[in-house]
């Protein structure tokens, strides 16, 4: 069984003041998926990491790309310089329809996007057109989630059509807390898909967050 874990970062000027503890925690996660695979050795995870800042369709770029979770680099510096606007939506828009063209329908596929803003700056995408795809995904079984700072998540994320949704404080402590909830998150979702369990009905990833 293939299980996709999607990650769509912000990677704008906000993101500065925390840019260091969030490629920690980056690296966080892709060791929490790391021993997923290890507990769940059926399933076969892959990592795509997506980053956006700037302007439209061409501040989003592809940093990993369905890459296997025992030969994933490391996330870095390399990968990471905040700075310019948010284009969430298109960020959204490009990566999801992308993974949605290419992989099987009986893989399970978690996408993630962390941000610590508001869209500002997307040009092909709007809130209309994310929440209709969001909504044809999670028909076939995606899941997805919102994790946000400086917002209120769980609205933005209801106005998207998105489930699981997350607060976080974009500070290093706050990056940090946000790598243990997602490797809950990620670690649930694995079980979920070794138990057999509908990932539809699967609306609870950050219960532990919000305890």
Known sequence: MNIYNVIILDESGSMSSIYRPTIQ???EVISGIRKNQKEFPDQRHYVTIVTFEGNGP?????????????????????????????????????????LESVIL??????????????????????GKTIKALVSRLREKGWVL???????DAVEVARELNIK?????EA???????????FKLASRKMAAAVNGCQALEDLEDLFEDGKK
């Not at 989630?145 to 917002?151: R, S």
């Not at 699981?164 to 976080?168: E, P, S, V």
């Open 25 to 27: 925690s980056m690296n």
């Open 58 to 98: 061409e501040g989003v770029k592809t940093r990993r790309d369905r890459v296997p979770i025992q030969t994933v680099e490391d996330f870095s510096e390399i990968d990471y310089c905040p700075g310019g606007c948010t284009p969430l939506y298109d960020a959204m828009g490009l990566t999801l329809n992308h």
């Open 105 to 126: 329908p009986e893989d399970k596929v978690m996408a993630t996007v962390i941000t610590d803003g508001y869209e500002n700056s997307s040009r092909e995408y709007s």
């Open 145 to 151: 989630a919102y994790i946000g700072a400086n917002q």
């Open 164 to 168: 699981n949704a997350l607060n976080f």
């Open 171 to 181: 500070t290093p402590e706050g990056m940090s807390k946000t790598a243990v909830h």
